[in-house]
T-cell receptor, first 112, second 112 residues
Framework: DQQVKQNSPSLSVQEGRISILNCDYT??????FLWYKKYPAEGPTFLIS?????DKNEDGRFTVFLNKSAKHLSLHIVPSQPGDSAVYFC???????????FGQGTELSVKP | EPEVTQTPSHQVTQMGQEVILRCVPI?????FYWYRQILGQKVEFLVS????????KSEIFDDQFSVERPDGSNFTLKIRSTKLEDSAMYFC??????????FGDGTRLSIL
């Protein structure tokens, strides 16, 4: 099932700089997109979401951008902090909500 | 902040045995889910539950699997006769509306 893809398995960024995590999807019926952060031995923690009627949503240091024509979304973290080091998952759901389809995850490492 | 709690954190079971994974969703949430993540693979949807019945299930969720909300607070996943390939991390999630879903820290199921 390749409906949601995160093509970069890892990303390394210097503290204070911007982290950009990317996600592509193939199913045009997806209506809602979410980003989760996961530390080892913990469950995914909800970070930020965006509805398909928007192209940007911002929450503090985190901004999600949605480009529907390209079926692409990205998560920007500014400024990046060492505590942001984790695996980030992109997920999508249909208009009625329900099941989430996850990407493979991108491991972010923020170096001091 | 309210959390989804899962027990046990690690379950070791002989192949062919029954196993019950337990979850306590966030108290005012109405939608409940089970996901699993096989080592090195994506997080996969298993089943969603709303209004005391299954609302959606994946192909993985065959006759060996069942879910129950026995007492208004717990939400359980039962695997009737475990197979080696059932070894995975199992995550419970709940949501108040259709999104976002909040996840527990998971149960690592090891089948011997």
């Amino acid at each position: 099932d390749q409906q949601v893809k995160q093509n970069s398995p890892s990303l390394s960024v210097q503290e204070g700089r911007i982290s950009i995590l990317n996600c592509d999807y193939t199913n045009s019926m997806f209506d809602y997109f979410l980003w989760y952060k996961k530390y080892p031995a913990e469950g995914p923690t909800f970070l930020i979401s965006i509805s398909s009627i928007k192209d940007k949503n911002e929450d503090g240091r985190f901004t999600v951008f949605l480009n529907k024509s390209a079926k692409h979304l990205s998560l920007h973290i500014v400024p990046s902090q060492p505590g942001d080091s984790a695996v980030y998952f992109c997920a999508a759901s249909g208009a009625q909500g329900g099941k989430l389809i996850f990407g493979q995850g991108t491991e972010l490492s923020v170096k001091p | 902040e309210p959390e989804v709690t899962q027990t046990p954190s690690h379950q070791v079971t002989q192949m062919g045995q029954e196993v019950i994974l337990r979850c306590v969703p966030i108290s005012n949430h109405l939608y409940f889910y089970w996901y699993r993540q096989i080592l090195g693979q994506k997080v996969e949807f298993l089943v969603s539950f709303y209004n005391n019945e299954i609302s959606e299930k994946s192909e993985i969720f065959d006759d060996q699997f069942s879910v129950e909300r026995p007492d208004g607070s717990n939400f359980t996943l039962k695997i009737r006769s475990t197979k080696l390939e059932d070894s995975a991390m199992y995550f419970c999630a709940s949501s108040k509306g259709v999104q976002p879903q909040h996840f527990g820290d998971g149960t690592r199921l090891s089948i011997l």
